[in-house]
């Protein structure tokens, strides 16, 4: 899942370790969101939401279709 | 007193309560090998088992959470792995082994036997704990 959290995080001035403070997950969680290796659960999704006072879609760009996902 | 070694940051803290999860257990098994080596095994024992108590009291004397959600995802895809694998050992070996045992008589060395069995035993522990998640109230 896409997402705009690095460029987000350094538009703040932040390190990941301080994104990683602030919403209280580990610095390589931090890295592998941003890298799309790993999908935060819906509860980091809106804590990063709420840190960087927007909303979740304006985040993540899932990219998913309705219906079974059948590969 | 712990207080004076804590970091500040509740990132410091998580590594600081890793390590020592981390160094309890290095401790218990290094220390069980050592007295294993040396000819003192039920003081190896009791390390190892000492090295066992200071990981819960290290996981749960403390209110920081050591692991977050992508260590825990982690886990369970390394065990999603590791069950695919031995099921695939499983799947593969095992009827070969019963069909080589009843046609050639042919005897599976202990080790090979013993790994099948422990794999079954996996797969039955896993079936019966997949209905009491599947099932439970």
Not at chain 2, 14 to 36: D, H, I, P, T
Not at chain 2, 66 to 88: I, Q, V
């Amino acid at each position: 899942m896409k997402n705009d959290i690095r460029r987000r995080r350094e538009a703040s001035d932040l390190s990941q370790a301080d994104l990683a403070e602030a919403v209280g997950v580990t610095r390589q969680t931090i890295n592998a969101i941003e890298r799309d290796r790993y999908d935060p659960s819906i509860e980091l999704a809106f804590k990063l939401a709420l840190f960087f006072d927007c909303h979740i879609e304006e985040i993540f760009d899932p990219d998913v279709e309705l219906g079974f996902d059948d590969g | 007193m712990i207080s004076d070694v804590l970091p500040d940051s509740h990132l410091g803290q998580v590594r600081f309560y890793r390590r020592l999860l981390y160094g309890c257990a290095a401790v218990g098994v290094v220390g069980f090998l050592l007295a294993e080596t040396l000819g003192y095994p039920l003081v190896g024992v009791g390390i190892y088992w000492g090295g066992l108590v200071g990981m819960g009291a290290v996981k749960f004397g403390t209110s920081v959470r050591l692991f977050d959600e992508r260590d825990r995802a982690l886990e369970r895809r390394a065990s999603n792995l590791t069950l695919y694998l031995a099921g695939g050992v499983l799947i593969v070996a095992a009827p070969a082994v019963f069909a080589l045992e009843e046609v050639r008589g042919y005897e599976a060395p202990p080790v090979v036997s013993g790994a099948l069995s422990g794999f079954s035993a996996l797969f039955l522990l896993w079936g019966v704990v997949y209905l009491v998640l599947k099932y439970r109230p």
